[in-house]
């Protein structure tokens, strides 16, 4: 009889919880949501409505038909993939060298690497820009993937040395026995049975590079190429005539794709972030 | 499992790719719109009787043929290029790119899209040009121009041979454009600070800061937002300011640039005028959330609501208003000189944009100039691009003869408020100044400090940094 | 493992050639940090002891630049306003997360409705980049009449509140924002902390009587207590790195009442264009970021023996 009243007392608490969580996180998208669909006299209404009435999507047609803003997500995508790929394509490597091979300095050399994911971007970028400025490489996506991509490589190189520390060493070893150089072993066995420690690492880096500001802030002049964060800040600071409805609407078309596919994947990425979370 | 999940990631992936990708085709298709509405009625006449020039194309990416052999880079201010949302403006750059194009088919020019965060990419194209790799022609803001003058090349010859003079300028453009004896840049608009009111509720505007503030407190009694003025962090609020500290004949700096706005009178005239903006916030005739306002538009949704009296603001505020609030502007605003002090003072501040070329290419240098001249420079260029944008034009001869300004009650105004306009100096130390004043300004309005210690620490980190 | 693959370990570990060295699988990852981390951070150390500016090309070696940060007062209101940001910001993102990992950890052994959407919820900030975080809440706070916040405050009766006019309560929103943008990396941390503590050991507590209090600060906080720690040094880090949501949600206004340490690098070189003292800033920036990790590896090391 205790126990019960113990249980209900227990939901009655937690449910409480959850409301306010709810709440407090779930309310200021709302309102930005809120916000985009409303016309002009309705923005100036007061007091404020939590809901429009009109349901305006010509916000949304403005923002896409005036703004830079589908390029600026294009830019985001091309960005983020393409650091994803570089990162893996350095960090597989490091990972499988940390987790198989036996070598001096290991251990130091291991914690050498964590500490730049301790480092504020804003530190190296101020003089990258400088030396990107004088061999005429601003503007340059390469070089901006290039950055991202280091800012990455750190956190991404310990993730995948963890993974690789859990599947059985005896399985690579066996095809090294038969002949394989290790190249071809860590190509054909382990990054198969690797993939779902690769995606989830993938999923962290590209959420990482998606919300990156400051390097594409200070790296990039050329609106053309910039990605949404940027492009984003600079709607917000136009001179010209955008007011709070359209910027509204250009946030939520800028935090749709990344909100979209994280609620898609949910479980997948929570694991994802637990299982790091545990090792990192 | 696990391996589900992976197909279904990659198939959203995909998915996601490719509607990005389908995304990206429309708004290219779009941001050419604008530019392919405004040649469409050319083109149709044009591309019957010429058929040579069918590959000079003009988007906002591209102006001449692609092909071309000389490029060009041109790096303008986003407000002043053809991926503005003012259609008027993006139709006349795009006639006027056309023609250019036409008459050099060798050439192409590459605008380089820019931040809006001015400050922030004049820096930006400071280290390039320090560095050699600055955009061919660049628009830079006239007050950080005395910071790039030792990488811009001069212009004479081509200001020559297009019969200009530089005494048609106003003296306050000429100092900034021939700061020796070489011409290094054009300015090619202008803009002047004004009072504008509201003429239903204002009968009389206000001329002194007392008068100003009487007025504004009747009007808040009666529910009004009496008197707006941006008042946040940025160049925008030293310059719709300053004019309190001019008209009491202050001075930011001497003739040799050396700062001198903490001393003597000119600390006086400067404490005086912080402490006016003081008495504003705290009389409650200006309400404490301009300290948000950055730039003038800031103000938009405050005056479509129709409850603000009065507002210090830029000229091309009319502009901007007209396409608010349409027809109710002419027939609500009026505009009238900036209280002072005294009675007796008139002041204002004038601001605008300098093209200046970098290119040390002799033949790219004077294409570049030949370019910004026929755009934005010479008696048509300058007429037709002040009209579209709603700007000043810098030379005393366009603003006599063009007829957009003839028939405009407000631009008659301004004309009037340009001939007591000051410009910032033409200083190295100018930003500094500049951002030291707006943290005062912040700083006394959140009621952190008082106007004299805001003064006197502004002057400690002025006088410290050089 | 048997005896056979033992031996055949032995002999592997015994074979020469071009993979058993670490440089190949190493090299990519070395040169992009050596050219992309420290090369730039040895850059910016050398530029805090010049009087560098934008724009010009050439420049002396001097301490001023640190000096003259020193004895500006400015520099010193500048750290309080950073230090409070952080900690507020990281304690109420730990406790937060605390609460909200506790009740869908327990929420989920009790099988209740809703705990997956309100585990996703509560991450979603996450997914969002932190300029839009910046925008987002300064429609919140916004202190003309149409503002929600305030009229949901004029309606509860607290009147109404100048958000980021204030120069306190500026400090105050930008950190609550903070905390809504944070509490998702701490409450993930945390939450699969509590994964790790065992269940036979709460039910044996339980049988004996434990109260929950007493479950909750004899086993649980003991048991996720190394997660709190690294969690702790994290977030410290990533809210002294911030300089994107700060920077559209006040520009570092009113005055430089917000202006936190990385903002105020920026602005020193990018609107001030005197690159020698905001290198000064930046290396600052990365002092702190040194030690923050320095405690990171010790905690990391101990916790391993």
Redesign the interface.
């Given at each position: 009889m205790k126990k019960k009243y113990n249980?209900t007392g227990?939901?009655v608490?937690?449910?409480l919880?959850?409301i306010l969580?709810?709440l407090?996180?779930?309310y200021?998208?709302v309102?930005?949501l809120s916000?985009s669909l409303k016309t002009v006299p309705e923005?100036?209404?007061?007091?404020?409505k939590?809901f429009p009435k009109s349901f305006n999507i010509e916000n949304y047609i403005f923002v896409i038909n005036n703004t830079q803003i589908l390029r600026n997500l294009w830019n985001s995508l091309y960005i983020v993939i393409c650091t994803v790929a570089g990162t893996l394509?350095?960090?597989l490597?490091?990972g499988?060298?940390f987790s198989r091979?036996?070598?001096k300095f290991?251990r130091s050399?291991m914690?050498g690497?964590?500490?730049?994911q301790?480092?504020?971007?804003?530190?190296?970028?101020?003089?990258?820009y400088?030396?990107f400025s004088q061999i005429n490489m601003t503007n340059s996506q390469v070089a901006l993937i290039?950055?991202y991509?280091?800012i990455s490589?750190?956190f991404a190189?310990w993730y995948i040395k963890g993974y690789l520390d859990t599947i059985p060493?005896?399985l690579d070893?066996a095809a090294?026995?038969d002949g394989c150089?290790?190249?071809k072993a860590l190509r054909k066995i382990l990054i198969p049975v690797t993939i779902p420690g690769i995606i989830s690492v993938s999923l962290l880096i590209a959420?990482n590079s998606?919300?990156?500001?400051?390097v594409p802030?200070?790296l990039l002049d050329d609106g053309r190429k910039f990605p949404?964060?940027?492009g984003?800040?600079n709607l917000?600071s136009t001179t010209e005539a955008v007011t709070?409805h359209y910027?509204?609407a250009a946030?939520v078309i800028?935090?749709l794709p990344?909100?979209v596919?994280?609620?898609i994947l949910?479980?997948f990425?929570?694991s994802a972030?637990?299982?790091g979370?545990?090792k990192? | 499992m696990k391996r589900g999940l992976a197909l279904l990631l990659a198939v959203v992936m995909a998915a996601g790719i490719f509607l990005a990708g389908c995304g990206n085709k429309n708004e290219n298709q779009s941001v050419q719109s604008t530019a392919a509405q405004s040649n469409a009625a050319q083109s149709e006449q044009s591309s019957k009787t010429d058929n040579s020039n069918a590959n000079v194309t003009v988007t906002p990416q591209l102006i001449g043929d692609k092909n071309a052999k000389t490029e060009i880079t041109w790096q303008p201010v986003p407000a002043h290029s053809m991926m503005d949302s003012n259609q008027a403006k993006v139709e006349y750059l795009t006639k006027k790119a056309k023609e250019w194009a036409e008459k050099h088919p060798d050439v192409k020019i590459v605008p380089i899209q820019t931040t809006i965060a001015i400050?922030?990419s004049m820096?930006?194209i400071?280290?390039q040009?320090?560095s050699g790799q600055a955009p061919d022609i660049a628009a830079i803001d006239s007050y950080i121009f005395p910071?790039?003058t030792k990488y811009a090349q001069p212009i004479d010859d081509i200001v020559q041979e297009k019969n200009l003079d530089i005494n048609d300028w106003f003296p306050f453009a000429q100092n900034v454009m021939k700061p020796e004896d070489k011409i290094l840049g054009l300015w090619y608009t202008t803009d002047v600070r004004a009072l504008f009111y509201r003429k239903d509720i204002v009968k009389n505007p206000p001329k002194t800061w007392q008068e100003l503030l009487d007025l504004g407190k009747q009007l808040k009694g009666q529910g009004y937002d009496a008197f707006l003025y941006s008042a946040?962090?940025d160049e925008n609020v030293t310059m719709n300011t300053l004019p309190y500290f001019f008209g009491q004949g202050g001075k930011l700096v001497d003739d040799n640039g050396t700062p001198v706005f903490g001393e003597g009178e000119n600390r006086a005239a400067m404490i005086n005028y912080i402490n006016f903006l003081k008495s504003t916030v705290d009389t409650g005739v200006t309400?404490?959330?301009v300290?948000?306002f950055?730039s003038d538009p800031n103000m938009n949704?405050?005056l479509a609501?129709g409850k603000v009296a009065m507002f210090v603001g830029v000229s091309n505020m009319a502009a901007q208003l007209r396409s608010v609030i349409a027809d109710k502007f002419d027939e609500l605003w009026d505009v009238a000189p900036i209280p002072m002090a005294e009675a007796d003072q008139r002041a204002s501040t004038a601001g605008g944009w300098v093209s200046t070329v970098f290119t040390e290419d002799d033949q790219k240098r004077k294409l570049a100039a030949d370019f910004i001249i026929d755009m934005y420079v010479n008696d048509q260029g300058m007429e037709g691009w002040c009209s579209a944008g709603g700007y000043l034009p810098p030379r005393k001869s366009v603003f006599e003869k063009a007829e957009f300004l003839k028939s405009d009650p407000f631009a008659q105004k301004f004309k009037e408020e340009l001939q007591f306009a000051y410009v910032r100096p033409a200083a190295n130390i100018y930003?500094?100044i500049s951002?030291e004043i707006q943290?005062a300004i912040?700083?006394v309005?959140?009621?952190?400090t008082t106007p004299e210690k805001a003064v006197d620490?502004a002057w400690k980190?002025v006088t410290?940094?050089k | 493992?048997s005896r056979e693959?033992i031996g055949?370990?032995n002999r592997?570990?015994g074979r020469k050639?071009l993979?058993?060295?670490?440089i190949?699988?190493?090299a990519?990852?070395v040169i992009?940090?050596l050219t992309?981390?420290i090369?730039?951070?040895f850059?910016?150390l050398r530029?805090s002891f010049t009087n560098a500016r934008?724009?010009?090309?050439e420049y002396n070696y001097t301490f001023n630049s640190f000096l003259?940060l020193f004895?500006?007062?400015?520099f010193y209101a500048m750290l309080k306003v950073t230090a409070f940001f952080v900690f507020f910001s990281v304690v109420f993102q730990m406790v937060l997360g605390f609460?909200?990992a506790l009740?869908v950890d327990?929420?989920e052994s009790?099988n209740?409705r809703?705990?997956?959407?309100?585990?996703?919820?509560?991450?979603?900030?996450?997914?969002?980049?932190?300029?839009?975080i910046g925008?987002?809440?300064r429609?919140?706070y916004d202190?003309?009449?149409?503002?929600?916040l305030n009229?949901f405050l004029t309606l509860i009766g607290v009147g109404h509140v100048?958000f980021?006019?204030?120069?306190f309560i500026a400090v105050v929103s930008a950190t609550v924002a903070n905390v809504?943008r944070g509490?998702a990396q701490s409450m993930?941390?945390l939450?699969?902390?509590l994964?790790?503590v065992p269940g036979e050991t709460l039910e044996a507590a339980r049988v004996d009587g434990a109260s929950?209090a007493g479950r909750l600060f004899k086993i649980i906080i003991p048991s996720v207590m190394p997660?709190m720690l690294?969690n702790l040094i994290l977030n410290t880090?990533y809210t002294?790195?911030t300089?994107?949501m700060v920077?559209?949600l006040t520009?570092?206004?009113?005055?430089?009442?917000t202006e936190v340490l990385?903002l105020s690098?920026?602005?020193q070189?990018?609107?001030?264009?005197?690159?020698g003292r905001?290198?000064s800033v930046?290396?600052l920036?990365?002092l702190i970021?040194?030690i923050?990790?320095a405690v990171?590896?010790y905690i990391m090391k101990k916790s391993e023996v």
């Open positions: 249980q227990a939901k608490g937690i449910y919880i959850y969580t709810s407090f996180f779930l200021p998208v309102w930005v916000l923005l100036f209404m007061v007091p404020p939590i394509l350095i960090t490597p490091a499988y060298a091979l036996k070598f290991k050399m914690f690497v964590l500490i730049f301790m480092i504020s971007p804003l530190v190296i970028v101020i003089p990258l400088r030396y290039l950055v991509i280091a490589v750190p190189t060493v005896q070893e090294l026995i150089g290790r190249l959420v998606w919300s990156q500001f400051v802030f200070i949404i964060s940027v984003l800040v917000q709070t910027l509204a946030c800028g935090i990344t909100m596919l994280f609620i949910q479980r990425i929570v972030l637990t299982e979370a545990v990192g | 400050s922030d820096a930006k400071l280290v040009a320090a910071n790039f946040g962090r309400p404490t959330r300290l948000n950055k949704a405050d609501a930003p500094t951002q943290i912040n700083n309005l959140a009621g952190q620490n980190i410290s940094k | 493992m693959t055949k370990s592997l570990s050639g993979g058993e060295t670490p190949p699988w190493l990519p990852l992009i940090l992309l981390f090369y730039p951070m850059d910016i530029l934008i724009g010009e090309t003259n004895q500006d007062s400015g609460i909200i009740s327990k929420g009790m209740l809703g705990t997956v959407f309100v585990r996703t919820v509560a991450l979603i900030s996450m997914v969002i980049p932190g300029v839009i925008i987002i809440w429609m919140m202190e003309s009449p149409t503002g929600i009229y100048r980021l006019t204030d120069p809504w509490t993930i941390l939450y699969s902390g994964k790790t929950a997660v690294i880090i002294f790195n300089f994107d920077m559209t520009g570092g206004g009113p005055g430089r009442s990385a690098a920026y602005t070189i990018f609107q001030l264009l005197d690159l905001g290198s930046a290396v920036l990365l970021n040194s923050m990790a990171y590896f």
